[in-house]
């Protein structure tokens, strides 16, 4: 799939306000400060599409994106270890709920993971209830670039390893990306353009 146009629409803290559009929705949600915002920018071509941060928690609203003018993806705030209080940290835990709970037009989630890092409880918990809701989500695992690719199979295949040890009899999709040099980009987007083309004439 060639991005050619990638269009902010609108940030809310309301499902209910979101667009109305029938067309796919395609969320991507992660950890704070697992690169979600710099990986958007690397699959749309663009600078600035979402605005990236050194600060962990930036992101506190569902912000809509129209792509190709055929669907949508949705920068989706961050969850845990945040630099929020509790107060607001639990508002915007409620609408990232309602909005998985009650979004229609929602295909697949991304869920980002640090494939630096050994599996979070955090990642894990919120991976078992997009399960438990039967919520279709594929893992996407980034800075790739830090590592040697060695150690990239190695932490993957534990990773993976974990998930179906505990939680699941088939490991979920999976990408291995990059913001810094592309990599996975095409990977993803030609799974958006595959499920998209599948849901051509279908209701949503």
Request: proline content about 5%; aromatic content about 10%.
């Amino acid at each position: 799939m060639l991005i050619k146009s990638a269009n902010f629409v609108m940030s809310n803290t309301d499902v209910n306000k979101c667009p109305k559009d029938p067309i796919p929705e395609y969320a991507f949600i992660g950890r704070s400060n697992v690169g979600k915002s710099s990986l958007i920018n690397m699959l749309t071509n663009r600078k600035s599409l979402a605005k990236t941060s050194g600060r962990p928690g930036k992101t506190q609203l569902i912000n809509h994106f129209r792509i190709n003018d055929q669907w949508f993806l949705v920068d989706l705030p961050g969850y845990g270890y945040a630099r929020v209080s509790k107060s607001v940290k639990k508002t915007f835990q409620k609408f990232i709920t309602q909005y998985f709970e009650k979004r229609r037009q929602l295909v697949c989630a991304f869920v980002l993971i640090d494939i630096r890092h050994e599996p979070q409880p955090v990642d894990l918990e919120f991976m078992q209830w997009l399960g438990e809701q039967q919520i279709p989500f594929c893992i996407v695992f980034t800075k790739a670039d830090k590592l040697k690719p060695g150690a990239i199979t190695r932490n993957v295949t534990n990773y993976l390893g974990k998930l179906t040890e505990t939680m699941w009899e088939e490991a979920p999709m999976h990408f291995i990306t990059s913001s810094s040099n592309g990599t996975g980009k095409d990977e993803i987007l030609n799974y958006i353009d595959a499920i998209n083309n599948d849901l051509k004439g279908e209701n949503l």
